[in-house]
């Protein structure tokens, strides 16, 4: 137990991480993967909440000539059912979850309260955000921030595809350099894209440091915990 870095985390779920291998939809291998490193996280007692996106279904972006915010409301309603898959694959595997929207939708998730979010991470429960904040032009990411600051998670663990945080794509570029340290500063101002500029700025105000690390590797997510030196830390610049 003296070995575990952070006692209450966010980890922050693209929707393109759960497709696995897939180009889109729900690879049924990196669900249980996941929800099996999860699961290990509650056994060290660590308070896990998840922040899940959409993007395997559809990005708010992706509807050419459809008006924002109607194009930003579907992006949200995928992001719940992520989050019911995810909650399936961790309760197979015995893990009390609760799934929490934005948006109401009562018949299938709790809506979101605060309080309601702590108190289930105090039982050991493992909490699961969707719906984003339920307001259009708002990225998941910056639900991964401002929950993060809500319920007081002392990091946000932002699993990626890539490995870190490189000054240009690796997939393109092969000379493509890999940060192992930024400042919030340095992301905004770089535009490495980590996280979009509101995200950035919400966990630079609160102090909340963000760990960008490969999830093709699933023991990342331990090693995240337990301060090992993976991936790309984002903190403040000392």
Request: glycine share 8%; net charge neutral.
């Amino acid at each position: 137990m003296s070995d575990v870095k952070y006692k209450r985390v966010i980890l922050k779920l693209s929707g393109e991480a759960l497709a696995g291998s897939k180009n889109n939809g729900l690879d049924s291998d990196t669900l249980v993967s996941i929800a099996a490193r999860v699961k290990e996280l509650r056994a060290l007692d660590v308070q896990v909440a998840i922040v899940v996106g959409g993007g395997n279904f559809w990005r708010g972006r992706s509807g050419e000539g459809m008006d924002r915010t109607t194009a930003d409301h579907m992006g949200m309603l995928a992001t719940v059912i992520n989050a019911l898959a995810l909650q399936d694959a961790l309760e197979r595997l015995e893990v009390p979850t609760r799934v929490q929207t934005a948006i109401e939708m009562r018949q299938i998730a709790e809506p979101y309260i605060r309080r309601r979010a702590i108190r289930h991470l105090e039982k050991g429960r493992v909490v699961i955000f969707a719906s984003g904040i339920g307001n259009a032009y708002f990225s998941t990411d910056t639900t991964a921030a401002l929950r993060a600051a809500e319920i007081e998670a002392e990091i946000i663990l932002l699993a990626k595809k890539v490995d870190g945080v490189y000054d240009c794509d690796p997939v393109k570029y092969k000379d493509a350099k890999k940060f192992d340290k930024l400042s919030y500063i340095d992301v905004i101002n770089k535009g490495l894209g980590v996280m979009d500029s509101t995200a950035a700025s919400l966990c630079m105000d609160n102090k909340i440091p963000i760990l960008v690390f490969d999830l093709k590797n699933p023991d990342n997510i331990i090693k995240a915990i337990m301060g090992e030196e993976i991936g790309t830390i984002v903190k403040e610049d000392n």
